[in-house]
């Protein structure tokens, strides 16, 4: 037995229960209201089953899965059981297109929420298009939506701007900044891949955006042709919730830390050179910072940089990526940071190993015990290009 959301549309709402069986985790991050939360198994488990009888009352019992596969099995079981059951075709996920934003008569609960009458925010585009990770446990519609209210600062249209522009792009994170100076070049294009042939001598910023904005033109990008400076860096960040470190010298990056730090922003740092990468995620008073495990930048020529080492394109990709998927974390809480940790993958052995820093180093100088970096415009000296492209 199967009914189709039209079908259920027309059924008086006294006369059906509906079973959500695709576990409490999913139930909590969004159900059809109303809705029971009867986990697959349980339909085996004659307690719960007797419980479950009880409960419907003589009512039609509609089951549904995410795809409405799964609950095939189930409603066959029910039935045996002598209860009504009916398979809802299509799923949760039909129920959520048809309860897209367009339409008002049905409501999708979230867990937890005061007006359990709340809209479902999402129009079908974003249904379908965010399907894969809105799946996801541990992403869910709430997930979803918080990406969408989040704000992702990327500094440098490069290497590893490049892939964590798209990845976040395609992910629907809400607002995106790009900032970048430079104009593509035809080295660029190695392994910056956001750019094309066609974008060569175009500034990089404005060619990213556009880029991003192809790939989902349903969020907000800002774009910023300036350098990151000390002049301009509080005003920018101030508008993000997270930045990409994807900068090319190590003024910036200790620029970005110190200005992270002291608006109380989480970051993600990352280097790349020849088939190495590293990169750590800082999080307000949750960990060390960037200065707390490398204190002051390099002298100019200490350290040898991309267009005198070399670096691979497909590992500016990997590390980039990564970058992106702490960010979608980050906005989410899914899973683990890299919080406290530098991660170092090197890509000739495909080895990776995490170095683990738990605590902030007392004499850093942005966030230590007697920190004199107070401001990063006071301190603008600090931060003056010695050098160009130590890393990409
Ligand atoms: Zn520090």
């Known amino acids: 037995m199967k009914v189709t959301i039209e079908q259920l549309r027309q059924w008086d709402k006294e006369s059906y229960v509906c079973l959500d069986i695709r576990g409490q985790i999913p139930y909590q991050h969004g159900h059809i209201e109303g809705a029971v939360c009867f986990g697959e198994g349980d339909v085996r488990n004659e307690t719960e089953h007797e419980q479950l009888l009880k409960n419907v009352n003589g009512k039609k019992v509609v089951v549904y899965c995410s795809y409405g596969e799964k609950s095939k099995d189930?409603?066959?079981q029910l039935y045996e059981k002598g209860i009504e059951a009916y398979n809802l075709e299509g799923g949760f996920r039909a129920?959520?297109?048809?309860?897209?934003v367009e339409k008002k008569e049905y409501s999708v609960v979230y867990e937890g929420q005061e007006n359990a009458n709340e809209k479902n925010v999402f129009s079908r585009d974003e249904i379908l298009r965010y399907d894969r990770q809105m799946i996801l446990p541990q992403i869910g519609m709430k997930g979803q939506q918080k990406l969408k209210e989040g704000r992702v600062l990327i500094v440098g249209a490069g290497g590893l701007g490049s892939p964590a522009g798209l990845y976040l792009a395609g992910a629907g994170v809400g607002k995106i900044g790009?900032?970048?100076?430079?104009?593509v070049s035809l080295s660029?294009?190695?392994?910056?891949i956001i750019h094309r042939s066609s974008n060569v001598h175009e500034n990089k910023a404005i060619?990213?955006?556009?880029?991003?904005?192809?790939?989902?033109?349903?969020?907000?990008?800002?774009?910023?042709t300036d350098f990151l400076t000390a002049e301009n860096v509080e005003e920018i960040v101030a508008g993000y919730d997270f930045v990409i470190d994807g900068a090319d010298n190590f003024e910036t990056k200790f620029l970005i830390n110190d200005a992270c730090v002291l608006l109380k922003k989480a970051f993600c740092h990352a280097g790349i050179?020849?088939?190495?990468?590293?990169?750590m995620t800082y999080v307000p008073k949750k960990g060390p910072c960037y200065r707390c495990i490398f204190e002051e930048i390099p002298a100019p020529g200490s350290v040898p940089n991309c267009s005198q080492a070399g670096v691979t394109g497909a590992l500016a990709g990997i590390i980039g990526s990564m970058q992106a998927l702490e960010a979608v974390k980050y906005l989410t809480g899914a899973g683990e940071l890299l919080t406290g940790k530098i991660l170092q993958f090197n890509g000739l052995t495909m080895k990776s190993r995490i170095l683990?820093?738990?605590?902030?180093?007392?004499s850093c100088r942005v966030c230590g015990e007697k920190a004199d970096i107070r401001s990063v415009r006071e301190n603008r000296e600090e931060y003056r290009r010695q050098g160009y492209c130590f890393f990409l």
């Open 356 to 362: 683990k820093f738990p605590r902030g180093n007392r």
């Open 273 to 279: 050179l020849q088939f190495q990468g590293q990169l």
């Open 74 to 76: 189930v409603v066959e």
């Open 178 to 183: 790009i900032i970048d100076a430079d104009e």
């Open 207 to 224: 060619s990213a955006a556009r880029a991003m904005r192809e790939l989902n033109d349903t969020i907000e990008y800002k774009v910023y």
């Open 188 to 192: 660029n294009l190695q392994r910056q």
């Open 95 to 100: 129920w959520l297109l048809d309860n897209a």
